[in-house]
């Protein structure tokens, strides 16, 4: 279980982080002073420290260059108000993982927490100590970022149950869902992943060169084969063969296919040698083979070699919880590759990549921050940048509800004075606050009987 601290002088706050933080299975601790968690850090090692900037006797930033000295693995995010996102963005340059500004919804600190967690997905790009030669299968790793809505978690769970094994597997999904990166997670999580992961656009062939481009070929069995060629099945020999949208397949290259994954051999054309087969293959589609089936279209005996294990990649919008993360993700990426230094979402632009339907998936949002992050000036994305008619859609959803630090003290009150049979110096004792305190407090929520 990931262990995150609070730093916040705010009690009430920061009990209703906590108390929000727990519920999604984090261990979480608390302190209300610098002092008071230095003296936790010095008991516990923390994946994560959540640290607001202005503190009692101090501040975050302090604290952060002596965290990132003795803890260099432990992520630290810095909660601030609009006045300190200067010193936010300064205290990043100085090794903060991240920052959000107050108020911020439950689903965007879930994310910038689930971006730190996942910092073996994003540190290659933040991080210019790791190597850039690193091998490819430990890179692939990293570009697989685990969710935290409940569909990322399920997909993930699938995931690691077939991955080990040599079953076929169908992936289904919208267009633009990431199913080729699914694909190269399960290689690279399974027992192939030092062998070749070979990619094929089944919809991209030429239905003329399908065979050769399948099967390989030998110098001079057709006219334009100058040379011996090496096909994908070959190529990918001892490894994965990914075929996407596999249902493009013409009826006559199905039958060759499902040859192939019977006798587990195949001949290049114009060649009688005989190639042995030892590979896994994962297929992708976006279409309905089930009907294609039905329909005549394309053939069962295939369709259930291909669907020994069928796993859907779920839309973006059936996973929402993970679309900051996501967001993330490529704006990081989209710096990298446009020299840029686009560092932060504003609250609103973050509202718009929230509220977004997506119809696109995760492709859409890639070429949407991309083009926002060109037409950032600024370290921080606001909406001026962002796609028309993504600002515009008529399809957004509702506004993420806020945290309401009034409605969690209410709560906290109530309940306080339920636990003390409605005794206010006993609940005053449990809030930790003082008897006026409770008083006021009662009188401003009107909580009196």
Request: aromatic fraction near 8%; glycine fraction near 4%.
């Amino acid at each position: 279980m990931p262990k995150i601290l609070i730093i916040e002088d705010d009690t009430s706050f920061c009990q209703m982080l906590q108390k929000f933080l727990t519920r999604h299975r984090f261990d979480v601790s608390i302190s209300y002073s610098l002092k008071e968690a230095q003296g936790k850090l010095r008991e516990s090692i923390f994946d994560v420290i959540l640290s607001d900037v202005r503190l009692p006797k101090g501040d975050g930033v302090v604290l952060l260059s002596k965290i990132k000295e003795e803890y260099p693995q432990t992520q630290v995010i810095l909660m601030t108000g609009y006045a300190d996102v200067k010193t936010a963005v300064n205290a990043m340059k100085k090794g903060a993982f991240d920052y959000v500004t107050k108020p911020f919804t439950p689903d965007e600190i879930l994310s910038v927490i689930t971006n730190a967690l996942n910092i073996v997905s994003l540190k290659e790009y933040r991080n210019p100590a790791i190597k850039k030669d690193a091998p490819r299968e430990e890179t692939s790793k990293r570009y697989f970022l685990v969710g935290e809505s409940e569909s990322s978690k399920k997909l993930q769970q699938y995931m690691n149950l077939v991955a080990p094994t040599n079953m076929s597997v169908l992936l289904t999904g919208e267009s633009g869902t990431g199913k080729e990166v699914t694909a190269k997670a399960i290689h690279q999580a399974s027992n192939r992943k030092n062998q070749s992961f070979m990619a094929v656009d089944c919809g991209a062939i030429p239905k003329e060169i399908a065979t050769s481009e399948f099967f390989g070929h030998v110098k001079g069995s057709f006219t334009g084969a100058m040379e011996d060629k090496i096909g994908h099945f070959e190529a990918a020999n001892g490894g994965t063969l990914f075929l996407d949208e596999v249902g493009n397949l013409s009826y006559e290259h199905q039958i060759q296919l499902l040859r192939a994954l019977q006798e587990r051999k195949i001949k290049r054309v114009g060649s009688t040698k005989e190639i042995y087969l030892d590979l896994r293959i994962i297929a992708a589609t976006n279409d309905n083979l089930m009907e294609a089936v039905e329909k005549g279209n394309f053939r069962e005996d295939l369709y259930h070699r291909l669907n020994e294990f069928s796993l859907e990649v779920p839309s973006l919008r059936d996973r929402r919880e993970d679309i900051l993360l996501f967001a993330n993700y490529f704006l990081d990426k989209a710096n990298k590759e446009l020299n840029k230094e686009v560092i932060e979402f504003s609250v609103e632009t973050k509202q718009i990549l929230h509220n977004y339907p997506w119809p696109g998936n995760l492709r859409e949002m890639k070429n949407v921050i991309k083009r926002a992050v060109l037409f950032t000036e600024g370290s921080i994305m606001y909406p001026d940048s962002i796609a028309e008619e993504v600002v515009q859609s008529p399809n957004r959803t509702v506004q993420p509800k806020m945290f309401s630090k009034s409605e969690f003290e209410k709560e906290s009150i109530l309940n306080a004075l339920k636990q003390a049979n409605f005794n206010k110096s006993k609940a005053a004792k449990i809030l930790q606050i003082t008897r006026k305190t409770l008083y006021n407090k009662i009188k401003q929520y009107h909580l009196e009987a």
